[in-house]
């Protein structure tokens, strides 16, 4: 998709070209490599430095191959650190790999004027990863929440639905039971949920709907 085109410019990613995405994903690959090698602890990883187009995607390929081939090989509950308040197991990078796969793979489909289609499944699972998984790190390293309260997400066509409580400095995710009391409701497909969590379309919402749908998003600042 992307070989002949890696100058092209990224409107997902406004300061990247596409051999930016490549060469970000290359890394993503080498550092979670580095993780599951190391086990405990956070590993000393530098980023590789930009190569040259005709080097890139081979790089990047080999660097994608070599890191399936090691969580494939590895114990699920082995050590490895990760940036979550999760456990620090192999278990929590596949699905981390799954999902920088699919919105990167969105944002160069997009660059290059093609559609990216996110499976309903892949795209539930990213929108929990965000809700239970994100949040909560960023709640750690000091993300503060202007509206606080409780809020249900619900994936409309695999029927999931998420309760998100917001204090000040601190969240909570819990899946939601139809019904209980809320201050707002947020509901669409999977994909559409999951498109406007990172960031990448925006759904049409009414405007305190945006609000809240704003401080659910990926990648919120902090403090």
């Given at each position: 998709m992307a070989e002949n085109r890696l100058d092209d410019s990224v409107p997902a990613c406004p300061a990247w070209r596409i051999r930016d995405v490549v060469h970000h994903l290359g890394n993503v690959a080498s550092f979670i490599h580095a993780c599951v090698e190391q086990g405990a602890g956070e590993p000393e990883f530098t980023d590789a430095e930009m190569l040259p187009d005709d080097r890139l995607l081979p790089w990047a390929a080999k660097e994608w191959d070599r890191v399936l081939d090691r969580l494939a090989a590895a114990d699920p509950l082995a050590a490895a650190w990760n940036?979550?308040?999760?456990?620090?197991?192999?278990?929590?990078?596949?699905?981390?790999?799954?999902?920088?796969?699919?919105?990167?793979?969105?944002?160069?489909?997009?660059?290059?004027?093609?559609?990216?289609?996110?499976?309903?499944d892949v795209a539930a699972d990213g929108v929990d990863e965000i809700l239970a998984?994100?949040?909560?790190?960023?709640?750690?390293?000091?993300?503060?929440?202007?509206?606080?309260?409780?809020?249900?997400?619900?994936?409309?066509?695999?029927?999931?639905?998420?309760?998100?409580?917001?204090?000040?400095?601190?969240?909570?995710?819990?899946?939601?039971?139809?019904?209980?009391?809320?201050?707002?409701?947020?509901?669409?497909?999977?994909?559409?949920?999951?498109?406007?969590?990172?960031?990448r379309t925006r759904l049409n919402l009414e405007p305190h709907q945006r609000h809240w749908a704003d401080q659910l998003a990926a990648g919120a600042p902090t403090s």
């Open positions: 940036w979550s308040t999760q456990p620090h197991a192999v278990s929590f990078w596949p699905r981390c790999l799954t999902h920088e796969a699919f919105v990167h793979g969105w944002d160069v489909a997009d660059a290059v004027g093609q559609s990216l289609t996110i499976p309903a998984v994100h949040l909560a790190a960023g709640a750690r390293d000091g993300r503060l929440f202007t509206r606080t309260g409780r809020i249900e997400v619900h994936s409309t066509d695999t029927g999931d639905r998420w309760l998100v409580e917001l204090a000040a400095a601190a969240v909570h995710t819990r899946a939601a039971t139809p019904g209980e009391p809320r201050h707002a409701q947020i509901a669409a497909t999977a994909e559409e949920l999951y498109l406007d969590l990172w960031g």
